[in-house]
């Protein structure tokens, strides 16, 4: 990924940042302006319980994320944790970047809390509260694991459509499945030739791209039986299936009269679910209204995306934006507009986004008028008033620890870490980074899976301590292009700030957080249906 540095400078002291009530923030969350609520603490600690549409924001990773999920800097932000003094420090940074109208919430979630108001355990609890509500509204068609199976040994006539990102369903699948990802499922069925009768069933590790799947197709007016796989490849496990890994079958881009028949298949859908559509006159008119966020995405498959692309559109999967909106948007209430060439993966998404509701959704009907650009996304990062940092070359770190004349801290999340890191590399916290900096006697070199995060801790701590903090050039992806050893492991399983992958976990443990998971996943209807406001913005269309 490319990255734009956008310089912090230092900014006159303007005092301590202003609280805001719990009863305050009750009131903004429905007053229909645009907002952004952030929680600063780790995914871990953010699962454990957090304000339904508070967006997590780790502190550890805030320069790298803020531009993108607030693009536009007087937003109206309100930050809160868990008391621990990260809301605070995330306020300086932000401030120092140009974003002006930030508040904390009084008493941070505690308060929330002891005001009577939920606090939710995991996480993208909107979007996947949000889909179980459309199975249960809906009566979406389900299909367990143990028929599945069934009626694969039996040969009967079925196909799997695995609706998870390539990486995804590469590292596991069900055997014999194809991929077909989030909203592209409608745009590559077509392909298969299926017959009438074929039962197509939707698939991803869990249930929520799962539903996403099987009632888009369904939603489209697809005439073959379609079925959504409970519990995906968790339950799957759980019956005591194997799982296949490595590269398999996808399923291709529908072409010529599939691809029209596919387009107006779109186009009626969004149509029936009140997408709006807009030109380039007036996407170049939302691009001048300073009072506004504004998202832009391409909802193509990132290998589309990298051959080119439409300057200022980021990239956004469209089942991946639907299925989990607060990873790319951190705004309530902001303008939300996608874009797909073919006219087929947009209509679906923002079928989706509009029925979800809190943001303003547009779909724009090309061909877009702006300037091309190839390669990965651009992506703007708060880099900090202080002097670069000395890069070392994965080569010269290598040969420095043979002769121990380096300590390497690794900044990357606590699962890459597990998979894959630089031998020796101690997995930190950002809070922890500073008291360790100023343990080591020579000299500290800090690497992050790309590098940019360790450039911008590095120069950081360097000005702080004074001590000799150096960062890889390219971090741990660079170290691994060198064909250069790694180690794995070496952290608790369920240890550190990101929640564990239970697919690395051993059978039993791993079955058993398989199943919690998938209780809590059922469980949302039920605490949402409970919650007041929690449903307030949510546009189930009726197909009957």
């Not at 454990?48 to 549409?53: D, Q, S």
């Not at 939710?120 to 599945?148: C, K, M, W």
């Not at 069933?201 to 039986?225: D, F, H, K, Y």
């Not at 009269?257 to 170049?284: F, M, P, S, Y």
């Amino acid at each position: 990924m490319a990255h734009t540095l956008s310089t912090v400078h230092a900014v006159p002291d303007a005092g301590p940042f202003t609280e805001i009530s719990v009863l305050d923030v009750k009131v903004a969350l429905t007053d229909g302006k645009e907002l952004a609520l952030f929680d600063l603490r780790e995914e871990a600690d953010y699962a454990t319980g957090h304000i339904l549409y508070a967006v997590h924001l780790p502190f550890s990773k805030l320069e790298l994320l803020a531009f993108n999920l607030i693009p536009r800097l007087d937003t109206r932000i309100i930050l809160t944790d868990d008391n621990e003094g990260l809301a605070e420090a995330a306020a300086q940074i932000l401030r120092s970047a140009g974003y002006s109208d930030i508040r904390l919430l009084q008493g941070r979630n505690q308060a929330w809390n002891e005001a009577g108001y939920s606090l939710y355990t995991g996480r993208n609890v909107p979007s996947i509260g949000f889909f179980e509500v459309v199975e249960h509204a809906q009566n979406t068609p389900n299909i367990t694991a143990t028929d599945l199976k069934s009626r694969i040994d039996n040969g009967e006539d079925v196909v799997v459509l695995d609706t998870r990102p390539r990486e995804e369903f590469e590292a596991f699948h069900i055997p014999g499945a194809i991929n077909a990802p989030g909203s592209e499922i409608l745009h590559r069925i077509g392909s298969l030739q299926l017959k009438p009768e074929t039962l197509v069933v939707a698939n991803c590790a869990g249930r929520t791209r799962s539903i996403l799947g099987a009632q888009s197709l369904i939603n489209a007016g697809i005439s073959n039986p379609v079925a959504s796989l409970t519990g995906g490849t968790m339950e799957w496990l759980i019956a005591g299936y194997n799982l296949e890994h490595g590269p398999a079958a996808t399923a291709g881009f529908a072409e010529g009269n599939q691809l029209t028949a596919t387009r107006e298949l779109a186009r009626k859908l969004a149509d029936r679910t009140g997408v709006k559509t807009i030109n380039n006159a007036t996407l170049d008119r939302f691009k001048v209204e300073r009072d506004r966020s504004l998202f832009l995405f391409d909802v193509r498959s990132p290998e589309e995306y990298r051959v080119g692309h439409a300057s200022g559109f980021r990239h956004a999967a469209g089942g991946q934006l639907a299925s989990g909106t607060e990873r790319f948007v951190g705004v309530r209430g902001a303008r939300i507009v996608v874009y797909d060439p073919e006219g087929v993966r947009d209509r679906l998404t923002a079928s989706w986004l509009v029925q979800q509701g809190g943001y303003e959704v547009y779909v724009l009907d090309g061909p877009l008028r702006a300037d091309q650009e190839s390669g990965p996304e651009a992506q703007r990062i708060i880099a900090g008033q202080h002097p670069a940092a000395p890069y070392l070359l994965p080569q010269t770190l290598n040969e420095r620890l043979s002769n121990d004349e380096a300590v390497v801290f690794d900044l990357s999340s606590s699962n890459q870490y597990r998979k894959g890191h630089i031998p020796s590399a101690r997995y930190i916290r950002r809070p922890e980074l500073e008291a360790a900096v100023l343990a080591v006697a020579g000299v500290s070199v800090l690497t992050s899976e790309d590098g940019v995060l360790a450039q911008i801790r590095a120069a950081e701590l360097r000005a702080i301590t004074g001590k000799d903090v150096r960062a890889v050039l390219g971090g741990t992806n660079a170290w691994k292009v060198a064909e250069l050893p790694l180690e794995k492991g070496g952290l608790d399983p369920e240890a550190g700030a990101d929640l564990p992958d239970r697919y690395a976990l051993e059978p039993e443990r791993r079955n058993a957080l398989f199943r919690d998971y998938l209780d809590w996943e059922v469980g949302l209807v039920a605490r949402l249906t409970n919650d007041p406001d929690a449903l307030a913005t949510i546009r189930l269309h009726s197909f009957d």
